[in-house]
């Protein structure tokens, strides 16, 4: 590549943003796809030719991990927890961390402790009667098997907080923020070294589960990823023909964006979403799924664009539904998608924001499937103004505002109380500065 055939980027054409979903979705997709493509024929290359060099990488990576799938390798990264508290992580074990962007910390928590506070949410729903009282699935966003669920809409239970504000919560979370650039042009962009302890949910999934899973999707956005001014800053690599400085650990412009309003939305920023098992889990057992090559995204986002694809299709992306990934669009990176190992419980499992990922179909599951969703949301301006109404949503026993409004705990007399935070769970709630 050379000077000429990159402009600085304040000389392209500017791109038109929508803060707000678009009331003509399609006349927006439409035009906002003929404005990428101008702004980088501007740059002095195709789209094509972009898109090449992005396919490439993908491409060497797919083959990479079809090479080591062949040896009978683990393709997903395995770090034991007691490595990341003393610093003593390999320099080929983070490579293989970055290259792969997704990770099974061994140990985080004692087992014995894992599976105490499973105990612990067992008798937190029972003992508030929870299963008489529950009323259905608030959002289709995981589908539903009878009327007991797998994924309970309980955020305040004192396992969750007890691992949301735990040290070692905070050193795996810190140790996934450093793979990230957070400082850029005079800005740091969020602090490593701080989580706003976003509130999710808990999934318990019994022995002899019959589940479809869910299918290859990803999480960060939709619409929006291309339609905001933020995302267009922060995927502006993508766009302004400098490709080759794409950087999927790169911060930039991402803790100010937000999403577009919807019922799959997160109005947080996630360096990784996360989960923490408090169960033993075989690989075969309807497990977890990623596309474990961070830059595909830059194929996913740049993949509208071909001639192939309808001029008012984003190769399926919408708003209020999940961004999905499809064999009709994107199978190159998708021949990539591979299982987390057997897990046990007090093991954590992590991955980038931005990766594909999916939940493979069980029959007659062997054993639990219990986690909670804990990622690592570090301190940043788009988390610090969540943290606002997570804070309201914990002192009252809410859901929280990210979630369907059904608020079973308000009346729960033994969730985690305010007294029980420690200095973690306040800095994360924003109660001390
Ligand atoms: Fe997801």
Redesign the pocket.
Known sequence: MTATRTPHAASLPPLPHWESPPADLKAAIRQIKAALRTRIAASGRSVEDVFAVIEARVRTQVNEIAAARSRRETIWPVIDYVDIAAGTVRASELAKLRRRGCLVVRGQFPRERALAWDAGIVDYVDSNRFFENYRGPGDDFFGSVGSKPEIYPIYWSPAQMQARQSDEMATVQGFLNHLWQYESDGVRWFDPNRDSLYPDRIRRRPAGATSQG?GT???PGTLDLWMTKAYQQAFRHLFDGTIESYDPWDSSYRTTASQYPGSTMCSAFRTF?GWTALSDMDHDQGVLHTVPIPEAMGYLMLRPLLADVPDEDMCGVTTNQ?FPASEEWHSLPLQALSGIPDVKAGDSVWWHCDMI?SVAPVRNQRGWGNVIYIPAAPWCPRNQAYAHSVREAFVTGSSPADFPAEHYERDWPNRFRFDDLNSTGRHGLGIDP
Do not use: T
């Open positions: 869910l999707h990803l999480d979403q999940v990922h």
